[in-house]
């Protein structure tokens, strides 16, 4: 599968991608190969995905979700992927309360659990 990452200043291409885990407002999901089409809004939060049998952690914004054709796009206003955050004070004036507090409660699982 190929991800799609979409936001109004720039995007981001993974072109072989084998699982994606989301979360809606209905619950967390996982879309494999071949999954059938698929729209959904995606609330802000974590997006993993496996590429050669490695995982990758972003912090997405609310999304908008579709799936088709083995494809996954991802429109939101945010993303960062949380392994490269060194300095999470420096994301407390470039976001939003809600987004930062998610992100911070993110990268400090992230923390724990690569300890």
Do not use: C
């Amino acid at each position: 599968m190929k991800l799609f990452i979409t936001t109004p200043i720039n995007s981001y291409q993974v072109d072989e991608v084998s699982q994606i885990e989301i979360s809606t407002k209905d619950g967390q999901i996982t879309i494999l190969p071949d999954h059938m089409k698929l729209v959904t809004s995606m609330l802000a939060g974590l997006v993993s995905f496996v590429n050669s049998n490695n995982r990758y952690d972003y912090f997405v914004g609310d999304a908008i979700v579709m799936f088709e054709n083995n494809e996954i796009k991802i429109i939101t206003d945010y993303y960062t992927d949380i392994q490269k955050i060194e300095d999470l004070d420096s994301f407390k004036n470039s976001l939003n309360k809600g987004y930062y507090n998610i992100l911070e409660s993110l990268v400090n699982k992230n923390a724990k659990t690569n300890n």
